[in-house]
């Protein structure tokens, strides 16, 4: 069956709550360990067709959210969710009381009990009002990103499309791509702020009804922080200070050179070569057909998931009018399948995408027949970056087949991207701390703090008098503050552990690199990002000294392949 085949029936949530009920009595009634554990194995049989169901609707919105009938259905599931996500933390609460909770805990992952203690604490009755108008605010974003339509250059645009110009190898061009843009959120600018402001000022309320200072200790449970707090977090954010942004700048310098450029712009910035980045050769079929052949070609294990991929339909590529910004890989449990969402435009995005989100996609089949609690499919978000952004590097052998004789450039541009990435990950994520811990910021006060770290992580950046982004509003483009706040510092802590395996394959080759990948991949979420890092002889990218054998190796590779970029 096809993804298009798939059939869609709205999850009947009032009659899985008192399903929920019911599960939570048995729990609670329960005479013996093994009638305990049976009810944790119904458990995952009975909401994995609900979130199957779920996860169709929510692709479907995003293809295109300007479709009614999806919308509709995200509504619904805005508006109900949180009471069903109550009933099944209320049976979490059940588990933990239950008086064979030493012998679940025997048969049983030790970080599914470690989390579902955290998921406790994160949603109560009290506050069920509250999540959905917060769900309802997370989707009023979504659809004002999707809605952008700019004319520029004779065309019209949503912001996927209109990327592409921002790295033509014409400085105006890409002065006029950033210029359109930024006017697009300025004309926008009450409503984003509108958004923004209320879904801080929601989430507050909520961390508060639930007993906390502010919504910082409830945005780390949420996003299921189970080996680390915000003080290791701001010791890395202080390393990346300290060990990368040194680097960056020095990188920054030599780009302004090689473009001959007497000035260096945030617009000249996404240009790293002179005549411009390289592009995929062909079409964007071209581009997904070597995608395919590349994990055919990879191994037996990654040729089985993309086959699967491939014969199921299994992605929606190709950015279009209405459709949702950005790229994901999401979960079909009933079928086993991953699905990947992207936005292919042309530009190397479209190659580090499909890379990106392939391993996501190949960690979930990895995943798919051989955990029996669902919650430990996959670790947290953190450890299913490690998934992707390692895998970017894991496809370096085959980008002769996206770019030509242009696949050394492609390399090193990756690479250089990656350190640079770095900072501005972790400016966002400071960017969070300062608001949440002083949820009345103005929205001008919010943009006068993202203009301080601009300083802080990326100074190497002039945004000249170009709207909105010298308005230091352009944290406003990053989906994640919105959506998922607190998750973006995942990217960073996980491309810090993916450098480690770019590190293994420079030094003993691919095979080796693979084989620690796989190595840390096959555990799934059966441990803490960090027990999974230990298990798999990887380094804890939050200790001190940790980035600086990474960023220099990093930086001498580049060094030895200047020329590439010449």
């Not at 069903?84 to 030493?102: N, Q």
């Not at 984003?192 to 502010?214: H, M, S």
């Not at 840390?520 to 027990?531: I, K, P, S």
Request: glycine fraction near 6%.
């Amino acid at each position: 069956m096809t993804f298009q085949e798939m059939p869609y029936e709205r999850v009947d949530l009032a009659a899985l709550c008192k399903v929920y009920e019911d599960l939570k009595a048995r729990m609670e009634g329960a005479k013996t360990a093994e009638e305990a554990a049976a009810l944790l194995d119904e458990h995952t049989r009975t909401y994995e067709p609900a979130s199957t169901m779920m996860s169709l609707s929510s692709i479907r919105h995003t293809i295109d959210t300007e479709d009614p009938f999806y919308t509709a259905e995200e509504e619904f599931y805005a508006q109900e969710g949180p009471a069903f996500g109550e009933k099944v933390t209320d049976f979490y609460r059940a588990v933990l009381a239950s008086p064979f909770l030493k012998e679940l805990r025997k048969e049983f992952p030790p970080v599914f009990f470690k989390n579902i203690q955290m998921d406790a604490k994160t949603i109560s009755p009290a506050v069920l009002g509250e999540l959905e108008e917060e769900n309802k605010l997370v989707m009023d974003y979504q659809k004002l990103q999707g809605s952008a339509q700019i004319e520029f250059q004779g065309k019209v645009c949503n912001l996927s499309q209109l990327a592409v110009y921002k790295e033509d190898p014409q400085r105006e061009v890409r002065k006029g791509a950033y210029t359109a843009e930024g006017n697009f959120y300025r004309e926008h600018k009450a409503e984003y702020d509108r958004i923004y402001d209320e879904l801080v000022k929601k989430r507050t309320a909520i961390a508060k009804k639930l007993g906390f200072q502010n919504f910082v200790e409830l945005g780390y449970l949420r996003m299921g922080r189970n080996c680390y707090d915000k003080k290791d977090v701001a010791v890395f954010r202080e390393e990346v200070v300290r060990e990368i942004v040194p680097i960056v700048c020095e990188m920054k310098k030599e780009q302004q050179k090689r473009l001959g450029l007497p000035d260096f712009k945030f617009y000249d910035d996404p240009v790293v070569c002179q005549g411009g980045n390289p592009a995929p050769q062909g079409t964007f079929e071209d581009t997904y057909r070597t995608g395919i052949e590349m994990y055919r070609k990879m191994s037996p294990l990654t040729k089985d998931f993309i086959n699967k991929m491939d014969s199921m339909h299994l992605f929606d590529l190709i950015a279009k009018k209405g459709k949702m910004t950005g790229g994901y890989c999401s979960y079909l449990a009933s079928y086993k399948a991953p699905f990947i969402f992207a936005n292919f435009n042309g530009t190397s995005h479209d190659v580090e995408v499909f890379t990106h989100e392939g391993g996501h996609a190949l960690a979930a089949f990895m995943a798919s027949d051989k955990t029996r609690l669902r919650e430990c499919a996959m670790p947290t978000l953190e450890g299913c970056e490690v998934h992707s952004m390692s895998m970017e590097f894991l496809c370096w052998p085959y980008l002769e087949g996206f770019y030509g004789d242009k696949a050394d450039k492609a390399r090193a541009i990756h690479l250089g991207g990656t350190l640079s990435f770095l900072p501005y990950g972790c400016q966002v994520d400071e960017f969070q701390h300062i608001v949440y811990e002083n949820p009345d910021m103005t929205p001008e006060e919010r943009n006068a703090q993202w203009a301080a770290l601009d300083k802080k992580y990326r100074p190497w950046l002039d945004f000249e008098s170009v709207p909105f982004y010298a308005d230091g509003a352009a944290w406003q483009r990053q989906i994640h503050i919105y959506t998922d706040p607190f998750y973006y510092i995942d990217y960073c802590l996980a491309q810090s552990v993916a450098l480690q395996i770019f590190r293994l394959m420079e030094e003993k080759g691919w095979q080796a690199a693979f084989d620690q990948y796989l190595a840390y991949t096959r555990q799934g979420g059966n441990d803490t990002f960090l027990g999974l890092l230990q298990k798999a002889g990887l380094e804890n990218p939050m200790e001190k000294g940790s980035l600086k054998n990474v960023a220099w190796e990093a930086r001498e590779y580049l060094t030895a392949h200047q020329k590439d970029l010449d």
